[in-house]
């Protein structure tokens, strides 16, 4: 089994979940392998796909709603799971607005939320502005034990599949 864990992350801290999932399915005995959605070329090769967004204003990134939207077809045939990077602090855990549809058309085995991380020198001026405005938690929020036993479940269940 082959799997593809691809990301959008504006910041980085959803790239290092990504790398993170990876890195725990290859512990699982999985071959996997992270990579930005705009490096991804054809999905030809690989039995699954773990596709992660950071939230920004309660929606998925552009370029992964851009990554689901060319590669449906290919996606359609495939264990799919998706994965978004929002809430800071304890922030009410809200599925982005794109996700439940996403799920339910790509037929995806699962998505998770995950807790996500906010460092004041990362963002522009603009999104400085905001977060100051609206009080927004600072610090790193990422659960890592939650997103080592979300990775687990799905190298178990590709084991199973294969
Ligand atoms: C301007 C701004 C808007 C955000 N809006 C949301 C949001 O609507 N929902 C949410 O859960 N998180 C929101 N966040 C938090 C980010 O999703 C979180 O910091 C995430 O870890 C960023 O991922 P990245 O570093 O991969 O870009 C927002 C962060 C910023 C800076």
Redesign the pocket.
């Known amino acids: 089994m082959r799997v593809l864990v691809t990301h959008a992350?504006?910041?980085?801290?959803?790239?290092e979940v990504a790398d993170r999932i990876a890195r725990a399915l290859i512990a699982g005995g999985v071959q996997a392998n992270a990579q930005p959605v705009n490096h991804v070329g054809d999905i030809a090769g690989y039995d699954g796909v773990v596709i992660g967004s950071?939230?920004?204003?309660?929606r998925w990134t552009r370029d992964a709603v851009a990554f689901v939207e060319r590669n449906r077809t290919d996606l359609a045939g495939r264990h799919v799971w998706l994965f978004s990077?929002?809430?800071?602090g304890d922030?009410p855990r809200?599925d982005p607005a794109d996700v439940a549809e996403f799920a339910m058309s790509l037929n995806a085995v699962g998505h998770h939320l995950f807790t996500?991380?906010?460092d004041l020198h990362r963002?522009s001026f603009p999104?400085r502005v905001?977060?100051k405005g609206v009080k927004?938690p600072i610090g790193d929020f990422r659960d890592w034990d939650e997103i080592d036993a979300s990775a687990a479940t799905i190298a178990r269940h590709l084991k199973q599949a294969a």
């Open positions: 992350s504006r910041h980085g801290s959803t790239a950071s939230v920004y204003f309660g990077v929002g809430p800071l922030q809200t996500g991380a906010l963002l999104e905001i977060v927004a």
